[in-house]
């Protein structure tokens, strides 16, 4: 059995979650932050059998997309009178970060 960990934007989440329930698997769905431009993600994490992995696997491939946006940075530290006007940043947003880890025991009550 694998335990599998995507972390998705929050644009792509609702379509990921209404594919897995399609396809009867079963996920836990966790409302996160990202660390750098600060926006709203979603943890979702599935328990597979080795062999659904693939499946799992091509959903949240499917459903998670990579777009790009334009963001503000974050405005340095200055002194008192300075003017900072950040110019707009283009990053690419979306996709998933994915980990599978092995789990080497389930229980389900």
């Known amino acids: 059995m694998k335990l599998v ?4 934007h929050n644009d792509d989440a609702g379509k990921l979650t209404d594919a897995l329930r399609d396809h009867n698997f079963q996920f836990t769905l966790i409302s996160t932050t990202g660390g750098f431009l600060r926006e709203g993600n979603a943890t ?5 059998d080795e062999d659904k992995l693939d499946d799992a696997l091509s959903l949240i491939k499917a459903n998670c997309v990579t777009r790009t946006q334009f963001v503000n940075p974050m405005p340095p530290v200055m002194e008192p009178g300075e003017l900072y006007l950040a110019q707009p940043v283009e990053v690419q947003v979306g996709g998933a970060t994915v980990f ?3 789990v080497e025991r389930f229980e389900k009550f």
């Open 5 to 8: 960990f995507a972390i998705v």
């Open 44 to 48: 979702i994490l599935i328990g597979v």
């Open 100 to 102: 599978v880890l092995n």
